[in-house]
């Protein structure tokens, strides 16, 4: 069973930064792309960030120049470092993780954590 636990959520003022973490364990096969989306209190899911396997990231443009997205393949762990933060980012932050079976395409093996608390607040 695949089990994503993310960390590093809490309380920042404005401006300021936030490392989060997601570790994956229990799954049987390599991990893909992995990514970050932020749920709102209005419930919507955004997404925020991803990197492949081999490194390559992209960011939303609503992040774009203030987070940085980062992985250690070999520990299953992915890294969002949030700086310069706005109230406008607060959310639940979710971790995913595309873990296809072998012989299937990427993309389409999504698994997810429950997420991590972000409040920017003056």
């Known amino acids: 069973q695949v089990h994503l636990v993310e960390s590093g959520g809490g309380l920042v003022q404005p401006g300021g930064s936030l490392r989060l973490s997601c570790e994956a364990s229990?799954?049987?096969?390599?991990?893909?792309?992995m990514g970050w989306y932020r749920q709102t209190p209005g419930g919507q899911r955004e997404w925020i960030a991803s990197i492949t396997r081999g490194g390559a990231s992209n960011l939303s443009v609503f992040v774009k120049g203030r987070f940085t997205i980062t992985r250690d393949t070999a520990k299953n762990t992915v890294f969002l470092q949030m700086n310069s933060l706005k109230p406008e980012d607060s959310g639940v932050y979710l971790c995913s993780a595309d873990i296809p079976p072998p012989g299937r395409p990427s993309g389409n093996y999504l698994y997810w954590g429950v997420g991590t608390q972000v409040t920017v607040s003056s």
């Open positions: 229990g799954h049987r096969y390599n991990i893909y792309t």
